[in-house]
């Protein structure tokens, strides 16, 4: 018997590989010696992006990956102790 794979785990090993290649091209980026070869891999780790994206969004609209609203204090908070961490 073929197994059935419905259209939300089919959408989540999507999102799961797209979040694992966006791993590797950000470390091949930044650990490159060439500048055109970092270029070219900064140029694919942007397109991985675009397509983790696609795939997320297409997730959230179809309900697989709820997304709560954030608190606007909780909102505040987070600016706060990452814009610190920066300076």
């Known amino acids: ?17 797209q979040k694992a290649a966006t791993g590797e091209f950000n470390t091949f ?19 991985e992006h675009d397509i983790q994206q696609d795939v997320f969004n297409m997730m959230h609209s179809q309900g697989f990956y709820p997304t709560p609203a954030a608190e606007e204090k909780k909102v505040q908070e987070t600016r706060q102790q990452f814009g610190q961490s920066v300076k």
């Open 29 to 47: 980026a930044n650990e490159c010696v060439h500048e055109d070869v970092r270029q070219t891999m900064l140029h694919i780790l942007s397109q």
């Open 1 to 17: 018997m073929a197994d059935i794979y419905t259209e939300k785990e089919i959408l989540g090993d999507a999102l799961a590989a």
